[in-house]
């Protein structure tokens, strides 16, 4: 499925997916470092502004609206990839700021694709 096209639950999953998380009992969402985050449903960045904002944070996303008039948001992750010695950058778009950034988050670490 394109990540520009994911979207509530599924968009949730594949952000959390892209920390590292992983889950445990189909219920938790757990760290590498075996700490308990949250439970599935409790963690929906792609409406929850708080959340969002610390993906936001985390992973360093530039968020605009580029037009007035027009109401899809725009959110860039840009970093320098160690292997492939280049910069790469990452756009996303979305309806609101806290899908953007969910997309940006998830393209940035998946690719334009992911499995559904």
Not at 1 to 21: I, P, T, Y
Not at 24 to 41: G, I, P, Q, T
Request: some cysteine; overall charge negative; proline content about 4%.
């Amino acid at each position: 499925m394109k990540v520009s096209e994911l979207e509530g639950a599924d968009l949730d999953r594949w952000a959390a997916l892209a920390q590292g998380w992983e889950l445990y009992k189909v219920r938790w969402w757990v760290s590498k470092d075996d700490e308990w985050l949250f439970h599935v449903e409790n963690y929906t960045p792609s409406t929850d502004k708080a959340q969002a904002m610390e993906l936001l944070i985390a992973f360093k996303i530039e968020l605009y609206r580029p037009d007035n008039e027009d109401p899809t948001w725009e959110a860039e992750r840009e970093w320098f990839n160690k292997e492939q010695n280049r910069i790469e950058c990452y756009t996303a778009k979305g309806p609101t700021p806290m899908i953007a950034i969910c997309r940006a988050v998830v393209a940035s670490k998946f690719g334009g694709e992911v499995e559904q």
